[in-house]
Structures are given as structure tokens and as C-alpha cells.
């Protein structure tokens, strides 16, 4: 599709529509990560706050709470919040995923430990709920509550599914609802009922997150099987090497003959990885239209967020965030 100026850079457009409300956000998470009696703490999260991550997931916060007409301060709250969770999540990843490399940069448990890695996502989340307490919406701390579980859920989830060849794409799903797509829906989801409105609304946008988020978690694991090393920030093949079972993979395995199936369990089943296994995998999965399928799949999930926004109020950021879906998936078509 081309990518014309309209649709290259939603993300730039959110950020200048909600400018204000950001750098509301960014004070707060400045304010709220600091700790008197811990300077470890400060030191882990500046890192991370400050590697200049996109800042997606508050600003999905920000423009329901906006799309809905909301006028209080309460979203500023939660964007923080649902960006806490998201950095305790990422600290966690890194040192289950023994990663060296997060955004570009060496990772916190690379530089510090992983000891200080789990811990100071332990006090993330802890300052998370403290936000969320301050809303007092009850509602509001279920839907984000209920997301943190969920996410927790996913990642061990994905422990036991990620080396088990047999797992099927439901469960690909599932894992990816936890990890990507349930902090996008409680965004989007908490923006609008901190907006106090309908129920139909309230679950388009959930839709809405919902969606985005698996479509950009396919989109991630497409790229990891040919993006360049710039635009992913992370090395090409790490999860072909982490042994993660991702879309295409899985695609690739339902379509195997006995040969394939004998690779795929070497390769990621029992994690004997020799020279030249990822230029394999790259050729299998091309040949058998694994990475086309998995395409296919994103845009199809972009397309049903698109379509949940139909029933959100007429706005302009209905219209950057509809934008926004199609973004996500412009980095592969």
C-alpha cells in the first residue's frame, strides 16, 4: 500500500493532538518514579523511561479518555499508570528472555543485574496501583487489575507453550492477548470509562485495543524474520534463537512435511541450533507462504480495530487512531 503522509506517521499526529496531556503524563512518571531511600530505583527506570519508547499505550489512555469527551485529570493518572505496567513488564521480560538488547540499547539487567531488574519492576507495579488508587474509580482499578493478571498470565503462558512445536495458533493468540494486546485494550478501555460512557462505546474501544495490539504483535514477530536490525531494535532471528513458537513459525509448522517437522523440532523443540538453521527457517518459511499468511493475519486484525471505531464518537482522533491501525501493519506491507 503506499504511504502516503496521511497515514505515515500517526503516531507523530497523536503526539502533537495530545501534547499537553503527555507532558502531563511525563511529569507524573517522573514525579512517581523517584524514591528517596532506593537511587537504584531512579537509575533502572530512567534508562528505560528515558530510552525514548513510543509512549503508545498512555497515548491510547489519553486519546479514548479525549475521543470520549472526557474533561477531568483522572487519564493523566491512568496513562502513567498503564506505562508503569508496561515498563515493570518489559524489566521482567528482559531477564526471563536474557535479553542484551531493549529499544536499541543495552538492556537494564545487562547494565545493573537481574536482581535489580525483577525488583524494580516489582516497585513499578506497586506504583502503578498507587495511580490507579488515585482515581477512585473502582472501575477503573478492575479493568487494570484484571489486565496486570492477564499479562502475568500470558507470559507464563508462553513459558511452557514457547518450545512445544504442537502448540496451535489459538494459543499463539492467547499468549499474545496476554503479553501485547491486554495492556492496549485496558488503555483504551479505562480511557472511556474514566469518560463515564455507554456501554457500546466502552466496548468498541476495548475492541479497538484489543485488535491493535494483536495486530502489532504479529507485525513484531514478522519483522523479527526480516526487519532490519534499525526499525525493530533487536537483532533479526532473536526469537528463531530464544526458540519462541511465533505466528509464522506455527504456520509454517501446520504445512510441514516430515523433513520440516524433524527441523522445527531440532531447531526450536529441542534447541540444537547449528550454523546456517536461521537462513533455513527464513527459506522454509518463505517457501511455504508462512510470512504471507502471518501478513495477512495483521492486516486482517487492523482492519476489525478500524471497524470497532465505527461505533466510537466522531472526532479527529477517531480518524488518527483508525490511521494508527493501518501504521502498524504499513511496516510490513
Request: charged share 25%; with cysteine; proline share 2%.
Amino acid at each position: 500500500m503506499g504511504m502516503n503522509e496521511n497515514v505515515s506517521k500517526p503516531l507523530d499526529r497523536l503526539s502533537s493532538e495530545l501534547a499537553d496531556d503527555m507532558a502531563a503524563v511525563n511529569a507524573l512518571i517522573r514525579e512517581r518514579m523517584a524514591s528517596r531511600h532506593a537511587p537504584r530505583i531512579p537509575e533502572v527506570t530512567a534508562h528505560l523511561v528515558e530510552a525514548g519508547g513510543k509512549r503508545l499505550r498512555p497515548m491510547l489512555v489519553l486519546a479514548a479518555a479525549r475521543l470520549c469527551g472526557y474533561q477531568g485529570d483522572s487519564h493523566v493518572l491512568l496513562a502513567a499508570a498503564v506505562e508503569f505496567i508496561h515498563t515493570a513488564t518489559l524489566l521482567h521480560d528482559d531477564v526471563v528472555d536474557e535479553s542484551q538488547q531493549r529499544r536499541g540499547r543495552p538492556t537494564a539487567n545487562l547494565l545493573w543485574d537481574n536482581k535489580s531488574s525483577v525488583l524494580v519492576g516489582d516497585y513499578l507495579f506497586a506504583r502503578s496501583f498507587q495511580l490507579m488508587a488515585d482515581t477512585d474509580s473502582m472501575e477503573v482499578m478492575r479493568i487494570l487489575a484484571n489486565a496486570s493478571a492477564t499479562i502475568a498470565e500470558g507470559e507464563v503462558l508462553q513459558l511452557t507453550a514457547a518450545q512445544d512445536i504442537s502448540t496451535s495458533e489459538d494459543t499463539y493468540i492467547q499468549i499474545v492477548r496476554g503479553k501485547t494486546a491486554a495492556l492496549f485494550s485496558a488503555a483504551t478501555e479505562a480511557g472511556a470509562v474514566v469518560s463515564d460512557v455507554n456501554a457500546d462505546v466502552r466496548q468498541a474501544l476495548f475492541d479497538y485495543g484489543d485488535a491493535l495490539g494483536i495486530a502489532f504483535q504479529i507485525v513484531d514477530d514478522l519483522l523479527d524474520y526480516g526487519g532490519a536490525t534499525s526499525t525493530i531494535g533487536k537483532n533479526v532471528g532473536d526469537d528463531f534463537r530464544e526458540r519462541k513458537l511465533t505466528l509464522p513459525v506455527i504456520k509454517a509448522i501446520a504445512a510441514a512435511d516430515a523433513d520440516e517437522r524433524d527441523f522445527w523440532e531440532r531447531t526450536i523443540g529441542k534447541g540444537r541450533q547449528n550454523e546456517g538453521d536461521l537462513e533455513t527457517a527464513l527459506a522454509i518459511l518463505k517457501q511455504r507462504g508462512a510470512l504471507d499468511a502471518a501478513r495477512a493475519d495483521a492486516i486482517a486484525w487492523a482492519q476489525r480495530a478500524k471497524a470497532a471505531l465505527d461505533l466510537a464518537p466522531a472526532h479527529p482522533l477517531r480518524e488518527i487512531l483508525s490511521d494508527l491501525a493501518d501504521y502498524v501493519v504499513a511496516r510490513i506491507s
